[in-house]
Nanobody, 122 residues
Framework: QVQLVESGGGLVQAGGSLRLSCAAS????????VGWFRQAPRKEREFVAR????????IYADSVKGRFTISRDYSKNTVALQMNSLKPEDTAVYYC???????????????WGQGTQVTVSS
């Protein structure tokens, strides 16, 4: 069992930055793919970014490429999402996800955090 806890959300003006963090309790992220999904009001949940803990391979949604960076910290057993040049359309609840499959976030074996609100004002 993996429990995920997100932190770092908040309110920021367009063009600003925020850093989200995802921590795992109960075990390390070793062997997992860890990532972020987001859901804006009245919209479908969508993939944002992910990283393989063991190999550091990253994948980003086209909408955030060049602006967001996902990274892992072995010493803290956390995954961070650095979000720069934020836009109002980035406003959403951001969820940390973890799983051992390439379909993480889209399968029943995914672990989900409780979500953290990110609001970008124009």
């Amino acid at each position: 069992q993996v429990q995920l806890v997100e932190s770092g959300g908040g309110l920021v003006q367009a063009g600003g930055s925020l850093r989200l963090s995802c921590a795992a309790s109960g075990r390390t992220f070793s062997g997992y793919i860890v990532g972020w999904f987001r859901q804006a009001p009245r919209k479908e949940r969508e993939f944002v970014a992910r990283i393989s803990w063991n190999f550091g391979i990253t994948i980003y949604a086209d909408s955030v490429k060049g602006r967001f960076t996902i990274s892992r910290d072995y010493s803290k057993n956390t995954v961070a999402l650095q979000m720069n040049s934020l836009k109002p359309e980035d406003t959403a609840v951001y969820y940390c996800v973890a799983g051992t499959s390439g379909t993480v976030g889209r399968d029943e074996d995914t672990y989900w955090g409780q979500g953290t609100q990110v609001t970008v004002s124009s």
